[in-house]
């Protein structure tokens, strides 16, 4: 008996340190840029997959000042939220990008 209980505590210690994860391959965003392209964006722990001129990049986390950075495979990822980021290039051997960045919000495409 003692080792069924043990085992019981066990899995219900296991089980209650899970957490729901949203799916890498399913975006939690569709954003809509200002230079007429699509990001979509899913999050899965230090990790987001941005897809983004129909190529997906996977990205790491990154120090920023405020909001969210994610960077990875030439390109950078910053948001404040789920309403709105910029997406820019990450030249090699750069931290944070120089370039020009583009402004991505949810809801309908800018006219």
Same mark, same amino acid.
């Not at 990822?77 to 820019?88: N, P, R, V």
């Given at each position: 008996?003692?080792? $069924?209980?043990?085992?019981?505590?066990?899995?219900?210690?296991?089980?209650?340190?899970?957490?729901?994860?949203?799916?890498? *391959?399913?975006?939690?965003?569709?954003?809509?840029?200002? /230079?007429?392209?699509? &990001?979509? &964006?899913?999050?899965?722990?230090?990790?987001?997959?941005?897809?983004?001129? /129909? $190529?997906? *990049?996977?990205?790491?986390?990154?120090?920023?000042?405020?909001?969210? $950075?994610?960077?990875?495979?030439?390109?950078?990822?910053?948001?404040?939220?789920?309403?709105?980021?910029?997406?820019?290039?990450?030249?090699?051997?750069?931290?944070?990008?120089?370039?020009?960045? &583009?402004?991505? $919000?949810?809801?309908?495409?800018?006219?």
């Amino acid at each position: 008996m003692r080792r $069924r209980t043990a085992a019981l505590i066990a899995l219900t210690a296991a089980l209650s340190a899970c957490t729901t994860v949203r799916h890498p *391959h399913q975006p939690a965003a569709v954003l809509h840029c200002e /230079n007429g392209e699509t &990001v979509e &964006v899913g999050y899965a722990g230090d990790l987001a997959i941005v897809t983004y001129k /129909n $190529r997906k *990049h996977t990205m790491r986390t990154a120090i920023s000042g405020s909001g969210a $950075r994610y960077v990875g495979e030439g390109l950078e990822w910053w948001t404040k939220g789920f309403e709105e980021g910029t997406i820019a290039v990450l030249p090699p051997g750069e931290q944070v990008s120089t370039g020009e960045r &583009v402004v991505c $919000r949810a809801g309908p495409p800018p006219e």
